[in-house]
T-cell receptor, first 118, second 110 residues
Framework: GAVVSQHPSWVICKSGTSVKIECRSL??????MFWYRQFPKQSLMLMATSNEGSKATYEQGVEKDKFLINHASLTLSTLTVTSAHPEDSSFYIC??????????????FGPGTRLLVL | TQLLEQSPQFLSIQEGENLTVYCNSS?????LQWYRQEPGEGPVLLVT?????EVKKLKRLTFQFGDARKDSSLHITAAQPGDTGLYLCAGGPGTYKYIFGTGTRLKVLA
C-alpha cells in the first residue's frame, strides 16, 4: 500500500514552454503533498507544501508564479513549471502524507520526474 | 533556518567493512527519518525514529536518535554492494514538513 505515482517520468521541452507534472496517491487519500527539487548529486530541496483545497505554501526563494501548484483532490497534486528555462532542468519529486495521520506520519515518495529544458 | 548536516558527504569502502553516517543539527526534531535513494528514483524510507535515545535495527543497519533529538546516526555492518546509494536523513520539526539532510553518497566495492 501507500503508492505514489508521478507522470510523466521524464520530459524534454523547449525553453519558454510550460510543463505540468502530476503526483497521485494511488491507494490512499493525501491532504498534504510536498514538492521537492533535486539537482545532480545533491539532496532534496523542499519547494512547496500542497494542501488540498487551499493555496500551496512555498519555501523561501521559490517563485510561486513560476511553479504553480494545484491540489484539487485528495489524490492529485500538480506542479506546473511555467516558461521553463534550462536552469529549471532538474529532478522533481513529490511526496504524500496520509490524510488524518499524525505529524510524524511517514511521507511516501513518488518515483520522480526528470525535466530537461533545452 | 533549520539545517541538517550529514557526514561524510562521500564514502567509498570495500565489501565487508563497517561504516557510520552522521546527521547533525542545532535544532530539535520531533522525528527523524532515514532514506536510501537510487539514481533516477525517489527516496525509499528505511526507518523513522521519534524518541530521544531510540535505537532501531533493520538487518545490518542500526539507527540511533540522539538523546536531545538533534542528531542521528546510521551504522551499517558488513557493507555489501547492494548498500550503494545516496543516504538521506530528514527531520520533522513539528510542522507539516520535513527538512532533508545534505546527503551521504555511499559506494561499496565488491
Amino acid at each position: 500500500g501507500a503508492v505514489v505515482s508521478q507522470h510523466p517520468s521524464w520530459v524534454i521541452c523547449k525553453s519558454g514552454t510550460s510543463v505540468k507534472i502530476e503526483c497521485r496517491s494511488l491507494d490512499f487519500q493525501a491532504t498534504t503533498m510536498f514538492w521537492y527539487r533535486q539537482f545532480p548529486k545533491q539532496s532534496l530541496m523542499l519547494m512547496a507544501t500542497s494542501n488540498e483545497g487551499s493555496k500551496a505554501t512555498y519555501e523561501q526563494g521559490v517563485e510561486k508564479d513560476k511553479f504553480l501548484i494545484n491540489h484539487a483532490s485528495l489524490t492529485l497534486s500538480t506542479l506546473t513549471v511555467t516558461s521553463a528555462h534550462p536552469e529549471d532542468s532538474s529532478f522533481y519529486i513529490c511526496s504524500a502524507r496520509i490524510a488524518g495521520g499524525p505529524v510524524q506520519e511517514t511521507q511516501y515518495f513518488g518515483p520522480g520526474t526528470r525535466l530537461l529544458v533545452l | 533556518t533549520q539545517l541538517l548536516e550529514q557526514s561524510p558527504q562521500f564514502l567509498s569502502i570495500q565489501e565487508g567493512e563497517n561504516l557510520t553516517v552522521y546527521c547533525n543539527s542545532s535544532s530539535v526534531f520531533s522525528s527523524l527519518q532515514w532514506y536510501r535513494q537510487e539514481p533516477g528514483e525517489g527516496p525509499v524510507l528505511l526507518v523513522t525514529v521519534v524518541t530521544g535515545g531510540e535505537v532501531k535495527k533493520l538487518k545490518r543497519l542500526t539507527f540511533q536518535f540522539g538523546d536531545a533529538r538533534k542528531d542521528s546516526s546510521l551504522h551499517i555492518t558488513a557493507a555489501q554492494p547492494g548498500d550503494t546509494g545516496l543516504y538521506l536523513c530528514a527531520g520533522g520539526p513539528g510542522t507539516y514538513k520535513y527538512i532533508f539532510g545534505t546527503g551521504t553518497r555511499l559506494k561499496v566495492l565488491a
